[in-house]
Structure formats: structure tokens, C-alpha cells
């Protein structure tokens, strides 16, 4: 699966700056968080693409009300979508922007005319948000573009999941990855069940990474240890200017030791290897040999006493010890020397 020029084949992690709606309807603050975005080591922006009217509906009736112990209580849906919403007018000038830098755009449409729209763009992927992913005939219609598809799976059963999957490859789109996610604003360390993520790979067969929506960044690199390739966390320049999403938004410096954070990860996890790196053989050194530690004369038997297993390595190997003993000496050997087999009779 490739995005743009990100290769999944290679070991690195694909690092997501989601910028929401942490613009607050300033493009000037929107384009700053883009160039942000990529000094901190992020590979891609990624924007949502709705209006109020093409998400909800502008009714104040009980069901739409917000009320059900969020950061957003209190408000209508549509009052919340007109506050969050990112203008469809700026996503194709904060895409060119985002590539001139160096940065992949990407962005979550939320019914087909955000497909359509950003199929004029000409994004490089879809993601899938975690309260859209029972939304069968708009997966679809995403998966019908041929383009990589990551879903976050935050609220979905385990039959849900697999719904969302089916749904891609029914269309003949088998390029999906699924995020981890627990959609709770900030989501509690507790509820993570990062181990979720080696077996949602095991069982659905997908690249698997993490949407995070925990404070701080010790979910995301654990993540990255359990085996995520992808790593979407919410991005803002300064938490203090406020915003639907600011509470759970990571500011620059903290995004940036999270990525240099995942990328000592993955150097660490490196690759299965049983093979010894030539600074390894350096060391080796210091392992165990056989060695004389009695001076010995010719014709003497070799035993426990006067030959050792010590260090360093410069003798015999140890596992020879059985087959050496009581054996003789062919000269007199000085205490200190390495046993070799032209020592032996």
C-alpha cells in the first residue's frame, strides 16, 4: 500500500497531524498549523471535509442535542458543525500548500459530495472517521475510488468491523488500514487496549495503526511498538486559543517529541535478525573461552584444574571442555594461554 511516495513496505511509521477544527475559522492560523505540522515531523495534514448542512441538521429536538457528558454539552450538533466545520473553499489551497512542503493532504469526507469534491482535488487517500464507519453505501462509494482507505473503528463491534472491510472490497478496493481508536474526548489511558492492535491485524488482515485521542504520547509509541503503522493524533498550535477540539490536540512541541520518540521505536524494533552486526563481533571479545590457568608440562593431563572456561575469547570454545579433558599436553603451556588444538595430544 503506498499514499502519495509513503511506501508501507518500509518500517516507518505513517504520522498524521489531524487538523480538525483547530483553525478556529482562521485560514491565516489554518496554514500556520499546516507549515507546524510538517517542522515537527509529521507526514501528512489531514482536514475533514463537511459542512453542518451535509453532516446534520440545523433541528434543536432532543436528538440533537449534545448532552451525553462530552466537552461539548449544551450545544446543538449543527451549532457544533458550524463552529468545526473547515471551509471546502480553503482544503484545495491548504492541499497545495501541505504538498509544496513536503506533506501529504489528506481528509475524512462525510457524505458523497465531500467524495466528489475531493476527488477534484485529487487527494491520495480517504479516511473513514470512527462515527461514519456503519455508514455501509458511503464506505463504498469511497472504496469505489481505487484509493487507500483508513478506518477508524472507535465506536464499531467486531461484526462492524468487518461490515466496513467487506463493504471496500466488495467495490475491488483491498488497499484499507484500520486505526485503533477509542472515541472519548480526551479517551482515558485505561480504555486504550492498545493490545487490540497486533490482533485486529492477525484477524482482519490489514495494515493497523492508532487514532489517538489520549493526552500526552506514551498510547501512540507504545502503539508503534505493538506493531501500528499508522498514527493519527490531533494537532494545534497553542491549546490556549480554544476550539471544539483544543482540549485533546497536541501543540508542536509536544508533537515533535512524540515523533522523535516513535522513530527511536522504530529503530529499536529494527528487523528479525539472528545475525551478528559488526559491532556485535567486536564485543564478542569478551565471551567465554578455554585457557590454560595452571602452568602445565608436556605430557601433562589437561583437567579441571589447570584449563578453565574464563574470558576473554581467545581459546577453544567452551563446549569443547569435555572433550579436552584428560587429554595431554603436547608442550609445556604457561599459565595465561589460550588453549588451541595444536596444544593438545
Known amino acids: 500500500?503506498?499514499?502519495?511516495?509513503?511506501?508501507?513496505?518500509?518500517?516507518?511509521?505513517?504520522?498524521?497531524a489531524e487538523l480538525s477544527a483547530n483553525h478556529n475559522q482562521?485560514?491565516?492560523?489554518?496554514?500556520?498549523?499546516?507549515?507546524?505540522?510538517?517542522?515537527?515531523?509529521?507526514?501528512?495534514?489531514?482536514?475533514?471535509?463537511?459542512?453542518?448542512?451535509?453532516?446534520?441538521?440545523?433541528?434543536?429536538?432532543?436528538?440533537?442535542?449534545?448532552?451525553?457528558?462530552t466537552l461539548w454539552d449544551g450545544q446543538t450538533l449543527y451549532k457544533l458543525y458550524q463552529k468545526a466545520f473547515t471551509p471546502w473553499e480553503w482544503q484545495p489551497r491548504l492541499k497545495s500548500y501541505a504538498e509544496s512542503l513536503g506533506l501529504i493532504c489528506f481528509s475524512s469526507?462525510?457524505?458523497?459530495?465531500?467524495v466528489d469534491f475531493l476527488e477534484k482535488m485529487n487527494v491520495s487517500a480517504y479516511k473513514v472517521a470512527s462515527f461514519e464507519i456503519t455508514d455501509i453505501p458511503l464506505i463504498e462509494y469511497i472504496a469505489s475510488k481505487q484509493k487507500p482507505v483508513i478506518i477508524s473503528t472507535g465506536i464499531?463491534?467486531?461484526?462492524?468491523?468487518?461490515?466496513?472491510?467487506?463493504?471496500?472490497?466488495?467495490?475491488?478496493?483491498?488497499?484499507?488500514?484500520l486505526l485503533k481508536c477509542t472515541s472519548a474526548y480526551p479517551a482515558p489511558l485505561e480504555e486504550a487496549n492498545l493490545l487490540t492492535i497486533p490482533d485486529m491485524a492477525a484477524k482482519f488482515g490489514c495494515l493497523v495503526g492508532l487514532s489517538d485521542h489520549t493526552m500526552?504520547?506514551?498510547?501512540?509509541?507504545?502503539?508503534?511498538?505493538?506493531?501500528?503503522?499508522?498514527?493519527?493524533?490531533?494537532?494545534?498550535?497553542?491549546?490556549?486559543?480554544g476550539g471544539p477540539d483544543s482540549?485533546?490536540?497536541?501543540?508542536?512541541?509536544?508533537?515533535?517529541?512524540?515523533?522523535?520518540?516513535?522513530?527511536?521505536?522504530?529503530?529499536?524494533?529494527?528487523?528479525?535478525?539472528?545475525?551478528?552486526?559488526?559491532k556485535v563481533a567486536k564485543s564478542r571479545v569478551f565471551a567465554r573461552s578455554l585457557f590454560v590457568v595452571?602452568?602445565?608440562?608436556?605430557?601433562?593431563?589437561?583437567?579441571?584444574?589447570?584449563v578453565r572456561s574464563i574470558r576473554p575469547?581467545?581459546?577453544?570454545?567452551?563446549?569443547?571442555?569435555?572433550?579436552?579433558?584428560?587429554?595431554?599436553?603436547?608442550?609445556?603451556i604457561v599459565a595465561g594461554t589460550p588453549l588451541s588444538w595444536e596444544l593438545i595430544f
Not at 507549515?35 to 434543536?60: F, N, R, S, W
Not at 461484526?159 to 467495490?171: G, L, M, P, S, T
Request: charged share 30%; proline share 2%.
Open 109 to 114: 469526507p462525510f457524505d458523497k459530495t465531500a
Open 294 to 306: 595452571k602452568n602445565i608440562q608436556k605430557g601433562e593431563i589437561f583437567t579441571e584444574e589447570n
Open 216 to 241: 500526552g504520547d506514551i498510547a501512540s509509541v507504545v502503539a508503534v511498538s505493538l506493531g501500528a503503522r499508522i498514527i493519527e493524533k490531533h494537532f494545534i498550535l497553542d491549546r490556549k486559543i
Open 247 to 278: 482540549d485533546f490536540s497536541m501543540e508542536p512541541a509536544e508533537f515533535k517529541t512524540m515523533v522523535d520518540l516513535i522513530r527511536n521505536v522504530e529503530k529499536t524494533l529494527g528487523a528479525v535478525s539472528y545475525e551478528i552486526t559488526e
Open 26 to 69: 482562521s485560514f491565516d492560523l489554518a496554514m500556520q498549523t499546516v507549515k507546524a505540522a510538517k517542522e515537527v515531523g509529521a507526514d501528512a495534514i489531514k482536514l475533514q471535509t463537511y459542512t453542518a448542512d451535509t453532516i446534520t441538521l440545523d433541528c434543536e429536538n432532543e436528538h440533537f442535542q449534545i448532552k451525553s457528558g
Open 156 to 177: 464499531a463491534t467486531f461484526e462492524e468491523i468487518n461490515e466496513a472491510i467487506a463493504a471496500c472490497r466488495r467495490v475491488g478496493n483491498d488497499e484499507i488500514a
Open 313 to 332: 575469547f581467545a581459546g577453544i570454545s567452551p563446549k569443547f571442555l569435555n572433550e579436552i579433558l584428560w587429554k595431554r599436553a603436547v608442550c609445556d
Open 1 to 16: 500500500m503506498r499514499i502519495n511516495n509513503f511506501d508501507f513496505s518500509s518500517q516507518k511509521t505513517f504520522i498524521i
